[in-house]
């Protein structure tokens, strides 16, 4: 639509648009309204139909097999809003904690501690995807309880894991970012669930997906409703053994190419080392992401779950100051960006 | 437990066990009993504890991360019985179909013709994982309905996926062997509730999922209550695009080395290519799987999802004719098999 | 050309060819010469000008990028006679021995006792490619004429590894079959050479290299002047780790759809499990392989090399003894499809 | 041996060694001289013997498979110095150039402006590895004479590849540094010949091998007595196909941690793709790598190989402008770093 249409105007274009039997879906911009168009149907017809009414700018037939979340649907950046910190901006957002939450003491202090150093946002596990049935599965609504607790606390938002559509409800309760995990990219019933549920999502690309795949799946979530999402890159499955996965970070800058989400790395997976995450975050913020997730534990050595890759608290609090110069770089460069795209 | 202990003898000895704090899990084989054990605890007094009981045969420490699908756990094969079809025993049991239920007319005349040709058992998604999603996602509820008349036209027991744990008590009214997919392989959550359904289930490995990882996925469901396990190699992901996914048929003999689950092959999600398909069904009789699960439409150009590795129903009687001669030397090397391992 | 073509003809097409720029690469079929054509030139008019020549049966333009392996280019089979073996044809060929030759006690022993087991070719490294400098690279020559006097004692051909283009013309004075090992099958100087080399060639696909570039390599060989190459399937390398690579066996069947060369597995390899190599055997049969590469050892346990894939002796005889009435499956289909294909 | 060890002192050393049966190979640091041993032998009497002579500062036993190229051997970073610059220094070298040598026009060009951008090295290949026959198989000689004759024109340093032993005393007369292309990684008897070449070798991994199979073969190098060795990440093969390899950035701050080698990436294989090789670039800064080799071109789109991914000169130019500011903060880093080292 063009850059003033009234919300009368786009409804008439919405119903024009069902006539000819397709689904449409809006996503409100900043300065212009932009109405997708899937299914099957006449599309010249329909292309010619709506372009000839008042309104409306452009009418483009996209041929990716992901609409909504490519360039082509949306030319500059999504900013994803969680509790109040905009993710795809001008900020580069760090997310940051223990991979489970274990008890109050020890999520409280992550909390506050990652704070201090200059995270935005507080991850912890509540709902945790184990290899093992025997391994410890989380605390469940506990954990989630004892991070609505240090959201009180440090006014960090919580970004949690949900494994199932059926705990997506409860997880929105308490999370201000849910995050589907990398062995759960492709369970169709809980990205539908997500496009439903009124929270911005982070989604993790699987072990062995693709690009594509992740744009598909991400798809998914934004054609059911929810426009918010960010994507992680968290390593993949190769040959290689002496890294846990192998972090794409080219991988990265490809998406930003297809994609105007918000894309973050996490450094702590996909290295599966502690020494390595610094390194690999000062990369993630060269490549061009928009953040991190990054594991930090009050005594890594005590996790339950992935000691191995996180770092301690005075660890997070010395890379984040390091990496500072190289964040100003960052903005530097994605106020060139900015401009140039305008 | 010995060969003829008695229940309260079992009971006893189950008893003991949880006052030790361990979580216990029995399965009733054929002759005798054997009482799985998972936990943390004091596991020397506890193993002696038991082992002075009467009607104990022995007691195992097992160190293996997963231990009910062990072949420590239960030397022997595991028969797990489909609607009267048993799979892991004397019979190279077949599974076909198409890949969709898309009408009444299409279900019933596969069913007819895989049942005429020797399929045992029908395939038949009604819930369907795509990649993306404005791709047909199946006629669900739907779908299972045609699926249970195919089987009142033709006996043949149904085999069919089910992709949340929200769908898993729908789906077991309808349906004989529960299917998950390669993408859900991993999706705890299902793997929980499915070791409650009471039904078979059949475990295809994830694209990128290590025989071991198949083997704890497995393990999650023995786990939660049910023994009744079949697993499936459909292709692993790898650099290779000749064929849609590197059909890991070492792995199907690796793989009954380490277990005494059922192991069936899917030759048509292996090759995604129809004129391989009647090639690795040969190999994977002469690897010793127990059985095949194949993709049969009656007009593979008009199916809705995967019809480039669908043989149509002539193709698939072809094979099943030529096959004979392999699956009977098959039978040869399974009795001679069974009777060295007594 | 036609079945009947005097040399005469023969010559005349070829310069009639070469007028427009191409070069000519024939090759001697049993019926027929078929002339292969590369370069760049005329298409058009060179096929006009050669068809209207007396005794060209026809001409026909080939696109994909490797030709002369390609089966547009010949659709029957290749036989590779190696010492009088041939391969490709009515016979299941097993070559088997030891993977290093260690002394003239050791060679001799494999040699007569896979000789009586029913291999029909020795295999035996004398140059060795070793991941490490510090591990033992081979006797050299010294290994080549211990070779040569197994050869002697028992009249098995040999089959030995080639790793540089400077080892060629020594190596081809001893060995009946040179092989190309899995990290030389890009080894390009070594290709070239080994196309003028006069004596077969066998080439081991690259442990990350696709089907096609394994034709892509053949082709190097055959577009220098040596059309008795045979492939070698020996497993990929994939993220799995419970063997030592993956085996892909499919892509045995997807080969077998491409070219007219003769298609050997190596399970020893493949699997890097002595346990696994009975199975993968009886599946290289079942899948249409035209051999077998096997490592067979007096001892493996002191094996200076790859012991633990090896099979001892005896283990090799049992797996023969077994393997027998699968191989006479693979004759009648191997009957069945050459009369198909006349 | 100590910092002020003489000459005679460490003959002697080594000489007791030798007696010991094994092999001795000695590398000259700016202090002091390390003495390497290989071999198998009694290694606790000769430790003993040799830590109670004079000058000898300490004796240790490395485990590790590679040992010359180990963090243990040489805890230090090793400067490789080609043709008077400086790798693995205080300075970020770019060596960039042409994929192929095509004529004198365009490798003088390309040098010409390449340096005038900031590049330290010129790259362009004469002896081109091709996956087709019958694809431009490189200017050979003559392409060598051009590059000595960019050389002249430049002051550029040279790096080519090498492609067979029987190549390397041509080659080593004309480049500065020889590269061995990611299909020969694993030629070992080009690594052999390299060893004795008396140039710097510039060492690329393999499209599947591993980060410790990398270091097994600058092992074999140096322990050929060859100690300047530069390795190059340039992507490894994965199922990803959105670029041509996979990055695999985390894996060179990973190798950072194992050698002493001078560590360099090549952003234009490793991505396939143009647009993306300024973001690796970037990144491979950020990670800590100490320099890249890229591919310019004068007109990518007429280049005779790997077009797509080469920048044209101009867009080398800006690219090497806009990486100065990130180039800064390694130097900060790097100072640090080697503050803290000693």
Chains 1, 2, 3, 4 share one sequence.
Request: proline residues 4%; glycine residues 8%; charged residues 25%.
């Amino acid at each position: 639509m063009k850059p003033r249409a009234t919300k009368q105007e786009i409804q008439h274009v919405i119903e024009r648009i069902e006539e000819f039997g397709y689904k449409v879906h809006s996503i409100e911009g900043e300065e212009r309204v932009v109405i997708g168009v899937v299914g099957v149907g006449d599309v010249t017809a329909c292309l010619e139909s709506v372009e000839a009414m008042p309104q409306v700018e452009k009418a483009v037939r996209i041929s990716a097999p992901y609409k909504f979340v490519s360039r082509e649907f949306r030319p500059g950046k999504t900013q994803v809003v969680v509790d109040g910190v905009e993710i795809g901006g001008d900020e580069f957002v760090v997310m940051a904690g223990p991979c489970s939450v274990e008890n109050e003491k020890q999520i409280l202090h992550a909390a506050e501690e990652v704070a201090r150093a200059g995270a935005r946002l507080l991850r912890g596990g509540a709902f945790k995807p184990r290899t093992s049935p025997y391994d410890f599965q989380g605390l469940e609504e506990e954990g989630l309880k004892l991070l609505a607790r240090a959201r009180e606390a440090t006014g960090l938002g919580i970004v949690t894991e949900v494994m199932s559509d059926r705990d997506v409800d409860l997880i929105a309760e308490y999370a201000d970012l849910l995050q589907v995990g990398a062995r759960n990219m492709q369970n169709f019933a809980l990205l539908k669930t997500l496009g439903r549920c009124g929270k911005p999502v982070l989604l993790k690309r699987g072990l062995s997906s693709t690009i594509k795949e992740l744009l598909m799946s991400a798809e998914y979530v934004v054609a059911h409703g929810n426009p918010n999402v960010i994507l992680c890159e968290r390593g993949i499955r190769t040959f290689e053994t002496a890294t846990r996965n192998t972090c794409d970070l080219a991988g990265v800058a490809a998406l930003a190419e297809l994609t105007h989400l918000p894309l973050i790395v996490d450094p702590s997976h996909a290295t599966g080392k502690r020494s390595l995450v610094p390194a690999v975050s000062r990369a993630a913020v060269a490549i061009g992401a928009d953040g991190l997730l990054v594991e930090a534990h009050p005594c890594p050595e005590k996790a339950v779950s992935d000691g191995a890759q996180s770092l301690d608290l005075r660890q997070f609090a010395t890379m984040m100051r390091e990496l500072q110069p190289w964040i100003t770089l960052w903005k530097q460069m994605r106020v060139t960006e900015t401009a140039a795209a305008v």
